[in-house]
């Protein structure tokens, strides 16, 4: 997802001394420091920083708010400032009302891999003629309301198949995110060129998965030539090679899928005929192709596997949410089968545990924008072109001024009619999907699949924790990378209700 793909440029600053990674997001920049009056922002000390901001920047980041402020500056150790946004009314203004002057993005140097970065869509710049031949292509299936109904039997089928893999596998533990990633991946796959690319009878080891979790690690560490853009050459760590070998490999499997689709001389009507045609007219390379498809899988593979994910966790900690929502779905469906997605619209608490699970755990925590205009301010401060701005939506979410008991998971605060938060909404907040011409692109899709999948894997399901575990057993502590996922992946065992 777009959002999700801006992690892919960023993660979390050290000091030059003892760490590789001193800025990891516009160091190479050649950034002047701030006009006199940003200079009075509050701002941390460069030594307070350096043991904060490593494996858990949205946490590290929302504490330095609470002594800082909403908005405060911060150069770690070199020329470059960071600015770090917390509240609504200032997500708003950087994300809405100056979108435009924001909706730059900084090109990590592992990225720039294949010359990934050239015909991504997540880093093309907005006026770039293909990132908008992107976003018209993938609208048409992906984030329209008529190309999602087109694409709703898919999703349909793919949930089915999960239920019967997961009621087929009753009394047995299994790993709730990694399955979910392959049921999302199939879904992309079939969408994307009419067939599957995971097995998910197989638990490990799959290429596809391999594949792109390669590419999440990469893009995820901390790379001294995004700190010194001068060694960037050089390739110390190995981030680039290792980026190229990854992307290759995914490239060569897409070249598969058309060259077969060419020589069949078959339609599915699905993106790889839409794509091939806009090829056969000049418009699409078949790199560009390539590119796009990568998009599709980065973006769908994570958002929707992590968040049915922690959703589980939550749910298992809480049995009674878990109690209410199966008897609401079961209430619902009575003696159906299988979930479908024209039955979704009847389940308002599932939509509740959905909203909650992506306000306590939005999975881009820290949305991050770069300033590529003149005379931009910030919160009355002015902004200088090359300034990375960091808005914390994961501090946004639990902002104790605007949610009762932050820290809690409760879905019934969405349910009642006196404040109702939408995805789009004008009350920012509650945006995790973020907002502006980089929101994700994938926001209605996951808006539809999430609540799809979570609700097909509890109906005429119950799920226990292995080894004797309790509720209060179950780990909700998180890890941040690229995106927000539980520091240890869920096991929990499906027992089917005959």
Not at 112 to 131: E, H, Q, V
Not at 158 to 172: D, K, N, T, V
Request: positive net charge; glycine residues 6%.
């Amino acid at each position: 997802m777009e959002d999700q793909a801006s992690r892919g440029g960023w993660s979390p600053p050290s000091p030059p001394a003892g760490s590789a990674t001193a800025c990891w997001v516009t160091t190479h920049r050649e950034c002047r420091h701030l006009l006199r009056a940003a200079e009075s922002q509050p701002s941390p000390r460069g030594a307070s920083l350096s043991c904060s901001l490593k494996k858990k920047p949205h946490r590290a980041l929302a504490r330095l708010a609470k002594v800082y402020g909403p908005i405060f500056s911060f150069r770690p150790g070199m020329t470059c400032t960071f600015i770090v946004l917390s509240s609504p009314d200032l997500a708003r203004e950087a994300l809405a009302e100056k979108d435009v002057a924001l909706a730059a993005r900084f090109v990590p140097d592992s990225v720039r891999a294949l010359a990934y970065n050239a015909g991504s869509m997540a880093f093309l710049p907005s006026s770039s003629p293909l990132w908008k031949q992107h976003r018209i292509t993938i609208g048409v299936y992906l984030t329209s309301g008529k190309g999602l109904n087109v694409t709703r039997p898919i999703r349909d089928r793919h949930a089915r198949q999960l239920a019967e893999l997961l009621r087929a596998s009753s009394h047995r533990p299994v790993k709730v995110g990694e399955i979910v990633f392959g049921v999302a991946n199939n879904v992309i796959s079939n969408i994307l060129f009419s067939e599957n690319v995971v097995d998910l009878h197989v638990q490990g080891g799959e290429p596809f998965k391999d594949i792109v979790g390669g590419l999440f690690g990469e893009w995820s560490k901390p790379n001294i030539s995004d700190a010194f853009p001068f060694l960037a050459p050089f390739d110390l760590l190995g981030s680039r090679h290792r980026t190229s070998k990854n992307l290759a490999k995914l490239y060569k499997l897409f070249d598969e899928f058309i060259e077969r689709r060419l020589s069949s001389g078959e339609s599915h009507n699905d993106m790889l005929d839409a794509a091939l045609k806009l090829h056969a007219k000049s418009q699409l390379s078949r790199s560009e192709i390539a590119k796009l498809f990568t998009d599709m899988f980065i973006g769908a593979s994570e958002t929707s596997n992590i968040t049915v994910e922690w959703a589980m966790a939550h749910l298992l900690r809480l049995p009674n949410k878990m109690e209410k929502l199966c008897a609401e779905i079961s209430s619902t469906l009575g003696s159906k089968d299988f979930v479908e997605e024209s039955d979704l619209h009847k389940l308002p608490y599932l939509h509740a545990v959905v909203k909650e699970t992506l306000r306590l755990h939005p999975a881009v925590p820290v949305v991050t924008r770069e300033v590529s205009a003149n005379g931009v301010s910030l919160g009355g401060f002015p902004v200088p072109v090359s300034t990375c701005v960091l808005i914390n939506l994961w501090a946004i979410g639990r902002d104790e001024k605007v949610w009762p008991e932050p820290e809690e998971f409760m879905p019934e605060r969405f349910c009642g009619a006196d404040r109702q938060f939408h995805f789009r909404g004008s009350d920012f907040a509650y945006r995790p999907f973020g907002a502006g011409r980089r929101m994700c692109p994938g926001l209605d899709f996951a808006s539809r699949f999430v609540p799809l999948v979570l609700a097909s894997i509890l109906h005429k399901i119950d799920w226990k924790l292995p080894d004797a575990m309790t509720p209060d057993d179950v780990d909700l502590t998180d890890h941040c990378t690229l995106v927000l996922r539980l520091a240890k992946p869920l096991n929990a065992v499906p027992v089917f209700k005959m």
